[in-house]
């Protein structure tokens, strides 16, 4: 399902998730997925945020047949 995913949809989940994580340990918080210091982290963040959007959306068309409810 992730051609329902725009890539700024992606990012958006990459920053708010490197964010957490940021808050966790005192970190700068980031604005954008070109703030990231390392293409690898930058990369995995992407990577993760797109699973769990896919996730996501997966869950809700689920739930959305009534099972859940």
């Known amino acids: 399902m992730s051609a329902a995913l725009t890539p700024e949809m992606i990012e958006a989940g990459a ?3 490197a964010n957490f994580d940021a808050s966790l340990v005192g970190a700068p ?21 797109e ?6 959306i997966a869950a809700r068309d689920t739930n959305a047949g009534g099972g859940n409810g």
């Open 51 to 56: 699973i769990v959007l896919n996730a996501a």
């Open 15 to 17: 920053v708010a998730m």
């Open 29 to 49: 918080i980031l604005k954008t997925v070109e703030e990231f210091r390392f293409d690898r982290d930058r990369d995995e963040y992407l990577r993760r945020s």
